[in-house]
Every structure is written in C-alpha cells, then in structure tokens.
C-alpha cells in the first residue's frame, strides 16, 4: 500500500497533515508528499517531474489525500478523481468550499443558519447596506487561514478602502468573547474547540476541547453533506440561537484535538479497506 498526499509548501510547516503522514509511517505504511511547486504534471501518464529530477506517478498510489489550493496541486486532484483513484477531500469538494462566494450561496439556499451576507464587485458598494449591518467583516474570495480579514466599523469606513478587483464577501460581525467554536469533522465523527477569534481574540490563549452537543453534530454534518466532504473543519460564533456559520473548509489543523492524527488515520484506512 502507497499513499501520496498533495501538500501546499506552507501547510509543511502547519500541525497538518504532517502529524498524519508521520502517523502513517510510524505504523509501516509507505507515505510520500506530493509538493506541487516548481514541478509540472504530465495529465496523459499522470506524472508530475519535479525540478529537483523526483517523478512521481499519482497511478501508484492507493489513495490521495490533498490540504492543497495551489493551482497545479488542484489540476493533480482533478486527475486522480478522473482516474477513480481514492481523494480525500476530492477536487470537486475542495472547489466547493474554495471559493467563499460560492460556499456562501450554497450555504444560504441550503438553509444553513449561517452569519448574514452579502457580495459585490467593489467594496465600496457596501456603503449602501442598512446600518445595522455594520460592523462587517470584509473576506477575499480565495483567502484562508484568516488570510486579508478587514473589520469595517462605519459605512463612512469604507470609502478609502484598496480592496483591488476581487469579489468582495461581506459578512455581518457577529459578537462574542473574543472565541470562535470549530466544529471539526472525520467522517460521522464530529470534535470541538473554542479557539480565540481571528478579529477579537487573544492569539495567545489555548484552544478550549470541548464536548460537541447533538446541534453542532447535525450542523457539522450537514455542512459535509452540502459540500461532499470527508474531513473538514466548520468555523461558528455561538449566539442565543446556537452556532452560526462562518465558513466551511477542507483539511484544517484539528488545533487542540487529542489524537486527531490517529483518527484520521484510522478513517483513511478504512476508506481505502471498503
């Protein structure tokens, strides 16, 4: 048994999925990364020769697991589901929750309590927005890992924005205690975490494990259904009314999760062994 993992460069120096492909090895299993820069990919033999002289030959494995968003890591993907080789998450799932504008659309017409939003092709647009929508936080389409945030206060506050010529998501900025409750997810099995908040949080403070109730399970599961995902992560704000949707992603770091490499392991084999 082989089995390769897609890895974006700067997720090598992240918790995962390094902790898994150690996991892998410690237990025999042959594991190699497949790190998509300065390489090119042969979409006829499914070879991607790297500058370094390495080839490797996505048909050889058993399985493909991705925490990628590079471009050609993504052509890869789409190869390796054409060929029905096994991917965890798969490039159409990753597609889905890639694109923020869209992960929003699907959210919404799912009925998916999620944070109140809205799009527009240039920031200053939001201006128009009723009062009570701000404060707002402003995301990139293609941002993650809290990548581009921008608080806006004020209507006014938006005028001198440089936001470029990328589609803007603007969502309504929920309150809290300065924490964000992560619903992590492997399969059915369904952790989470209160986690400081990007926007208001102390980055300092621990993750804070703690016992998901049966709504954070059905919330957590329904965003995988929408989207076809195997492992992921769903960002919330607790309220009154329970956990609001931020956003869904694929392959985040289980921060603070015992034995999460273990887990997702275990889940791995076994999609490979059905």
Not at 3 to 10: A, K, L, P, Q
Not at 80 to 89: E, P, S, V
Not at 217 to 229: M, Q
Not at 251 to 271: E, M, Q
Request: hydrophobic share 40%; net charge neutral.
């Amino acid at each position: 048994m082989k089995i390769g993992f897609i890895v974006e460069t700067r997720y090598l120096r992240q918790e995962m999925p390094g902790a898994v492909i150690n996991t892998f090895k410690r237990r025999g299993i042959d594991t190699e990364v497949i790190c998509p820069r300065e390489s090119y990919f042969n979409p006829k033999e499914g070879v991607l020769k790297a500058e370094d002289g390495t080839e490797l030959n996505l048909n050889h494995y058993e399985a493909i697991v991705s925490r990628n968003r590079n471009p050609l890591g993504l052509a890869m993907l789409a190869y390796a589901d054409t060929a029905k080789i096994l991917t965890i998450n798969t490039h159409a799932s990753v597609q889905r929750v890639r694109n923020k504008a869209k992960m929003g659309i699907s959210l919404a017409l799912a009925g998916v309590h999620c944070a109140p939003t809205f799009l527009a092709d240039h920031a200053s647009m939001l201006s128009k927005l009723p009062q009570d929508f701000f404060p707002l936080i402003l995301k990139a389409t293609y941002g993650d890992n809290s990548q581009g945030l921008r608080l806006i206060r004020r209507p006014e506050d938006l005028g001198d924005l440089h936001w470029g010529n990328d589609l803007v998501l603007a969502q309504h900025f929920l309150t809290s205690d300065g924490f964000d409750l992560k619903l992590y997810v492997c399969g059915k099995t369904v952790f989470a975490a209160r986690k400081p908040s990007p926007i208001n949080g102390d980055p300092k403070a621990p993750a804070q494990l703690i016992e998901p109730d049966a709504q954070m399970v059905k919330l957590a599961l329904r965003c995988g259904e929408i989207f076809g995902l195997d492992i992921y992560g769903v960002d919330t704000i607790e309220t009154g009314d329970g956990p609001v949707v931020i956003e869904v992603n694929d392959f985040p770091n289980f921060t603070g999760i015992p034995k999460a490499a273990d887990i997702i392991t275990d889940y791995i084999l076994s999609r490979i062994n059905r």
